[in-house]
T-cell receptor
Framework: EAQVTQNPRYLITVTGKKLTVTCSQNMNHEYMSWYRQDPGLGLRQIYYSMNVEVTDKGDVPEGYKVSRKEKRNFPLILESPSPNQTSLYFC????????????FGNGTRLTVT | AQTVTQSQPEMSVQEAETVTLSCTYDTSESDYYLFWYKQPPSRQMILVIRQEAYKQQNATENRFSVNFQKAAKSFSLKISDSQLGDAAMYFCAYRSPRDNYGQNFVFGPGTRLSVLP
């Protein structure tokens, strides 16, 4: 089944404790991206990647890191989480042509205390 | 940079009735793509419909259709014969055709739709 697999689904952590949210897609998509969803703000892009070893900042990259060592994986790393990073996070992927829709993972609800 | 606006934070519709969700966007590009996504309480993001800017014909998918007004930069979603399962958050999204453009996908803030039995 074609899908974007994102883990974990829920995560509660404390300020400063490094964490990684994993994302993997099996559709051979070149484009992958991370978003955070906050009430009233919609989805804001954190980082995106056009292909392996090619990543760039989105709207709200501060406090986040990503890597794209393999085409299928695009982990999101929070080196030192803070309470303002409490949010709902989505990984998404698509083919590069612009008429291609985004395929989303099921989201990760992160709470930082 | 492109922006997407959804001016209705919340809407409600009676079951079996028709509702229209509005979306406007700001761009200087002539070619682009527009999408509507549905997010039910399960929080899964589901593609509802897409529209290519170069196509004059409005896209339709079963009970879902759009009213695309390119000059007005408007992209509204019409849901006919509303069903209880249509209750969700709906996001309008813009995608630039330029692969190296930073904000490849831009989303609006969303409209929460309630369907009343």
């Amino acid at each position: 089944e074609a899908q974007v697999t994102q883990n974990p689904r829920y995560l509660i952590t404390v300020t400063g404790k490094k964490l990684t949210v994993t994302c993997s897609q099996n559709m051979n998509h070149e484009y992958m991206s991370w978003y955070r969803q906050d009430p009233g703000l919609g989805l804001r892009q954190i980082y995106y990647s056009m292909n392996v070893e090619v990543t760039d900042k989105g709207d709200v990259p501060e406090g986040y890191k990503v890597s794209r060592k393999e085409k299928r994986n695009f982990p999101l790393i929070l080196e030192s989480p803070s309470p303002n990073q409490t949010s709902l996070y989505f990984c998404a992927s698509s083919f590069v042509p612009a008429n291609s829709p985004l395929h989303f993972g099921n989201g990760t609800r992160l709470t930082v205390t | 940079a492109q922006t997407v606006t959804q001016s209705q934070p919340e809407m409600s519709v009676q079951e079996a009735e028709t509702v229209t969700l509005s979306c406007t966007y700001d761009t200087s590009e002539s070619d682009y793509y527009l999408f509507w996504y549905k997010q039910p309480p399960s929080r899964q993001m589901i593609l509802v419909i897409r529209q290519e800017a170069y196509k004059q014909q409005n896209a339709t998918e079963n009970r879902f259709s759009v009213n695309f007004q390119k000059a007005a930069k408007s992209f509204s979603l019409k849901i006919s014969d509303s069903q209880l399962g249509d209750a969700a958050m709906y996001f309008c999204a813009y995608r630039s055709p330029r692969d190296n453009y930073g904000q490849n996908f831009v989303f609006g803030p969303g409209t929460r739709l309630s369907v009343l039995p």
